[in-house]
């Protein structure tokens, strides 16, 4: 397993880049669906805006999503979106400038995403108070559910 890591890693984008990249939206509002650094986010939008300045504009767009914490179901939406694009790691080795899925309730799907800053620290759009850094505690560091590496950009 660490060998297909370390390929993968090699085609991933630079981990200081990305942790630059999510700390200059840090302060920018909360906003369902939004993707506007300074204007306004939610996790799925920091992403996005991390992807669009470190790898390139996004590969498709997307679709409407509910803001369910408990939505159940057979599918993975977001990790299935994730993989398609991005290079899958096991949770335990998730370097820092890793996305980071977080199931908020047990039993439910990912929906909730974080890029990790250091072994304790991650980003994240959080509703009521923007886009902050904050520890990795183990609350929450016990819902995350997948992590994947951001692709070198072109």
């Known amino acids: 397993m660490r060998d297909a890591i370390t390929a993968n890693q090699l085609g991933s984008a630079d981990p200081s880049k ?7 939206w840090m302060g920018t509002p909360y906003h369902d669906h939004a993707s506007l650094r300074g204007v ?4 799925l939008g920091l992403a996005r805006g991390v992807w669009r ?3 390139g504009p996004e590969p498709f767009p997307i679709p409407p999503y509910s803001r369910d914490w408990g939505e159940s179901g057979p599918r993975e939406v977001l990790a299935e979106g994730a993989r398609r694009m991005m290079f899958e790691v096991p949770v335990a080795d998730a370097p820092p400038g890793a996305l ?3 199931r908020i309730m047990p039993r439910a799907i ?5 890029i990790l800053t250091g072994p304790d620290s991650f980003i994240h759009a959080y509703e009521r108070l923007g886009v902050i850094e904050q520890p990795l505690t183990p609350a929450w560091r016990r819902r995350i559910a997948f992590a994947f590496l ?5």
Do not use: N, Q, S, T
């Not at 990912?110 to 974080?114: E, P």
């Not at 951001?150 to 072109?154: H, N």
């Open 110 to 114: 990912a929906k909730h995403v974080g």
């Open 150 to 154: 951001f692709p070198a950009g072109d």
């Open 18 to 24: 990305v942790i630059a990249a999510a700390r200059r």
């Open 40 to 43: 306004g986010c939610d996790c």
């Open 100 to 102: 980071l899925l977080f």
């Open 53 to 55: 300045e470190v790898v």
